[in-house]
């Protein structure tokens, strides 16, 4: 159980937001994070001086100022913490669960905070019991090299062949440069299963048709 979280109220009800486009949170994946804007690095602060949870969620709006929000970021505690000579932190957040945005409220803040609902998924607070899962790590395999050779990448091959699937199917969602909407279909995935579906599929199509560049993934 990730942090001693245990059901959805374990859970703080209110969380700050952290708005990235292209940067999803799983339960239990690591997110390195390279802190370096005023309103983000309070947060930091308040993070570290409370629970430590901040909520990673992708804007679905380009614009800059306030822009609207998915409905469903994940929460993460900050689990790694550094300070830079220059004044930027350097965290990492690994995730506890999903949640559902209830409402953005407001604040005197320089960054925003929801009531978050996190009730649909208390499932994420739980490893998902992987050895009866149907995967098909043979089929998801070949298509993550179909990817890769298409966009000149590579990955550590021993890793991805040996690899727990809840930590290879999370790692590559997280990690490949998928656009937006992509990661967010990842992140709303009901299930490990599903994930692992989508995921597939993402892959066969790009490598199908995209003759893109991406950075290198990095396998956690």
């Known amino acids: 159980m990730p942090q ?3 059901k959805a109220s374990d859970l703080p ?9 292209g940067a999803i949170l799983l339960p239990r994946g690591q997110l390195p994070l390279n802190i370096f804007e005023p309103r983000y690095l309070n947060m930091v602060d308040d993070a570290m001086a409370g629970d430590r949870i901040i909520g990673m969620i992708q804007p679905n709006s380009p614009s800059v100022r306030l ?29 506890c669960a999903r949640f559902r945005i209830a409402s953005e409220l407001p ?15 208390e499932h994420d607070l739980s490893a998902p019991a ?21 966009r000149g990448l590579d990955i550590d091959w021993d890793t991805a062949e040996t690899a727990p699937p809840e930590a290879l199917i999370n790692s590559l969602s997280m990690a490949l440069p998928f656009e937006p909407p992509e990661k967010q279909a990842l992140l709303e995935a009901p ?15 790009d490598a199908a048709g995209d003759n893109g560049e991406g950075e290198a993934p990095s396998m956690q």
């Not at 689990?79 to 930027?88: L, V």
């Not at 604040?107 to 998924?121: H, I, L, N």
Request: proline letters at 7%; charged letters at 20%.
């Open 4 to 6: 001693g979280y245990v």
């Open 13 to 21: 009800q209110v969380i700050p937001i952290f708005p990235l486009p």
């Open 67 to 95: 822009p609207s929000l998915s409905p469903i970021g994940c929460a993460g505690r900050i689990t790694s913490f550094a300070e830079t000579s220059d004044g930027r932190y350097l965290i990492t957040l690994t995730g």
């Open 107 to 121: 604040t005197q803040t320089p960054y925003r905070q929801v009531r978050a609902d996190f009730e649909a998924f």
């Open 130 to 150: 992987t050895d009866d899962m149907d995967l098909d790590r043979d089929g998801l395999l070949k298509a993550l090299g179909a990817y890769l050779e298409t």
């Open 191 to 205: 299930s490990l299963l599903d994930r692992s579906t989508v995921l597939t599929a993402l892959m066969t199509i």
